[in-house]
């Protein structure tokens, strides 16, 4: 409840002070609107909105599911197989120096410019962190148990179902929050580049005509989706790591200080 309420006062502070800049500099809607201007930007389109919105959530979603499987797998490769093990976490690395940006025309040529280009954008983004984590999980866990397990005779499949999969799942969900915000992010280059739908596309026609109440619209709604999409990974992360409270550094932070 504290968060909510922290989250509210946070939300009020930003628009009385958007509203304030805008009131005091005198300045024009084309450059900067008010918050009123983009609440009635939102309401008068709000049908196109929403579907654009479901767009760009469901490209999202499917990167990061993408994503989280592939990462989970690469992160059980590299910390189970020690001669493959290496040689995948370079591959990863090498494809996270690639500009996913300069990926994107190649995708589109590839696939057209229907959704999967989008969701690929997604999943390279998004993986990385999952793999990153998930590894420091499976690594710790190995550290801290390993010799347990192996003293009380569990099988290697039987110690990694027990053990090591569910001690790591706290790490792999520390990456899947991180992930699923640059799923978004993904999704929304896509279509930047090659999209005929998604707040992506929407915003960057609504740019082009200097349609800026729109665009600001566009922005608030990617940043709303971004927040959902992040409270629906947390909340999923309660229901499965019952054993331990979610927290990130910010709100561990605030809740003991």
Same mark, same amino acid.
């Given at each position: 409840?504290?968060?909510?309420?922290?989250?509210?006062?946070?939300?009020?502070?930003?628009?009385?002070?958007?509203?304030?800049?805008?009131?005091?500099?005198?300045?024009?809607?084309y450059?900067?609107?008010?918050?009123?201007?983009v609440?009635?930007?939102?309401?008068?389109?709000?049908?196109?909105?929403?579907?654009?919105?479901? *767009?760009?959530? !469901?490209?999202? %979603?499917?990167?990061?599911?993408v994503? $989280?499987?592939?990462?989970?797998?690469?992160? +059980? &490769? @590299?910390?189970?197989?020690r001669?493959?093990?290496?040689?995948?976490?370079?591959?990863?690395?090498?494809?996270?120096?690639?500009?996913?940006?300069?990926?994107?025309?190649?995708?589109? *040529?590839?696939? !057209?410019?229907? %959704?999967?280009?989008?969701?690929?954008? $997604?999943?390279?983004?998004?993986?990385?962190? +999952? &793999? @990153?984590?998930?590894?420091?999980?499976?690594v710790?866990?190995?550290?801290?148990?390993?010799?347990?397990?192996?003293?009380?005779?569990?099988?290697?499949?039987?110690?990694?179902?027990?053990?090591?999969?569910?001690?790591? %799942?706290?790490?792999?969900?520390?990456?899947?929050?991180?992930?699923?915000?640059?799923?978004? &992010?993904?999704?929304v280059?896509?279509?930047?580049?090659?999209?005929?739908?998604?707040?992506?596309?929407?915003?960057?026609?609504?740019?082009?005509?200097?349609?800026?109440?729109?665009?600001?619209?566009?922005?608030?709604?990617?940043?709303?989706?971004?927040?959902?999409?992040?409270?629906a990974?947390?909340?999923?992360?309660?229901?499965?790591?019952?054993?331990?409270?979610?927290?990130?550094?910010?709100?561990?932070?605030?809740?003991?200080?």
């Amino acid at each position: 409840m504290r968060r909510w309420r922290d989250l509210g006062i946070a939300v009020v502070v930003v628009f009385l002070t958007w509203l304030l800049v805008v009131w005091a500099f005198d300045i024009p809607r084309y450059v900067l609107p008010g918050p009123a201007a983009v609440l009635e930007a939102i309401h008068e389109r709000r049908a196109e909105l929403v579907e654009h919105t479901a *767009v760009t959530g !469901g490209e999202a %979603l499917l990167g990061i599911t993408v994503g $989280a499987a592939f990462g989970t797998i690469s992160a +059980i &490769v @590299i910390t189970s197989f020690r001669r493959l093990g290496p040689v995948v976490h370079s591959l990863l690395v090498w494809s996270q120096v690639v500009p996913k940006i300069a990926l994107v025309p190649i995708f589109v *040529v590839w696939f !057209g410019f229907g %959704l999967w280009p989008k969701i690929l954008i $997604a999943f390279l983004i998004a993986f990385f962190p +999952i &793999v @990153i984590d998930t590894t420091a999980g499976l690594v710790s866990v190995e550290r801290d148990f390993g010799r347990l397990t192996r003293a009380l005779g569990a099988g290697p499949l039987h110690a990694f179902l027990k053990i090591r999969l569910p001690g790591a %799942l706290p790490y792999f969900f520390s990456g899947l929050k991180v992930a699923i915000t640059l799923a978004v &992010v993904g999704a929304v280059l896509g279509e930047f580049m090659g999209g005929e739908r998604g707040l992506g596309y929407l915003l960057q026609s609504a740019s082009a005509r200097l349609d800026t109440p729109l665009t600001f619209a566009c922005v608030l709604l990617l940043s709303a989706l971004g927040f959902v999409m992040f409270e629906a990974v947390e909340l999923l992360e309660r229901l499965v790591v019952r054993w331990q409270k979610p927290a990130g550094p910010i709100r561990a932070a605030t809740e003991t200080g």
